[in-house]
């Protein structure tokens, strides 16, 4: 738990259009750079969303995990969320409740743990949510 | 006594992350608990857009949280981020104009002391001693966990630093080089990620064993594979290897001429007033040698395994201060 309570909230799962939005919180103690998080896998409702199925919302743009790569000066706050978006035709309707997972990779870009090799932590979190 | 006793807000990590406070009304609350009068804040932690771009505003309520709690910032830390591109480290000169603003901004607060990382390379520390001195902050390498005051890295630093034998390069001791157990709240979070009696046992005689510590994770790693432990604890293990060191504690003597703040690590402290990991009497004992006031922040990480909800981090830091004086008197 501890660090990985706080990657998702109640509200955390939104309902949209197009699929969902998931804000997720930082899990680590400081502020990253977006180049530092590795990867994000979604289940909701039972259905699995790979990395490869997950965008980043930054700035107007949905990003794929490959394209944060370089962006080492755009920074995700340690107490704001950051929002992840899947897209998929059936959504839950909004109040429903369902189980959320999210298992994220984030590279600590000052722990060198072996020869050119930085500590990634991995975290894996489950919540019951609230739709929106 | 010769050891100023404070705090780093580091220690409230739960609290910051839970979004209870801003960064006003937390130094609020260490000046009304007493937790004071040394703070020292993380950068990257604290501060919306460290270093380059911390708003006007956020400054000024700084300061004045500060002068209203006659509190004063004893250090600040910075991060040196080497592998913030994952396949384009940083070289040295990248790395001198990535810490700079970091001291600019301390300078500019009138913090004494930056805490730099141990991935800083003799060459990186050679470009950073003008800068330091320009902006008169010491520099205090932290020496943490898996390394100690004298394992290879450090004896390269240290013999850079003779060599420029300069004030403004200095050393950080920090508590958790020096630990005798694994804590006992890790331990728990592990089992409750699955992590088996025998994959605990595993664990603990991999983390005794001497060697790297990747080499000593992957023994262990390897072990947990052979006896089917789930995956999650396992990779979470990781993480003890680096952060937990079992260096020896009588060897802090040696940095104590270029010791220029002290980190005060500690996971618990039990029933009878004494931290089951980390061995403060022995460790008061040796600081109390210092022959200068020198600053040491109450750095509690048992949020690394402890919700908010489980232990309240200013409770803990008033403890720690408390077990930090009886042992210094007694030294």
Redesign the interface.
Known sequence: ???E??ILRDDSLRRTSEGYEIAV?LAW?????L??L?SAAIEVAATRFTPEQVRVLHNGKALSFQEL??L?DE?W???DPLTLQILTETTLEAGSRTTLSVDLAT?V??????P????V??S?VSREVTVR | MSIDVGVTLFSMTNEWLAGQYTLPSLIDEVGRRKLGPGVELIGFQSLRGFPNQVSADDIRDLRSALERNELHLSALASNADVARHKSQWMDADQSVEYMRPQIAFASELGVPVVRIQIGLTPEVLEKLEPIAAQYRVKLGMEIHAPEGANTPKVMATREVYERIDSEFLGFIPDFSATMRAIPPGMLAKLRRGGLSEAGISALDTAWRANGPPFQRYSDFAEQSRELGEPELPVAQARLIFTMFGRESLEDWRELFPRTVHIHAKYYDIDDMGESPSIDYRSLMRVFSELDRPVSMSSEWEGHAFLDLEEQDAFEMVAQHQAMCRRFLAAS
């Open positions: 738990m501890t660090l309570a706080k919180h103690y400081r502020s990253l750079p180049s530092c590795e790569e370089p080492v920074w706050f340690v107490q590279r870009p000052y722990i060198v743990i072996g050119n090799m930085a500590l932590q991995r894996a």
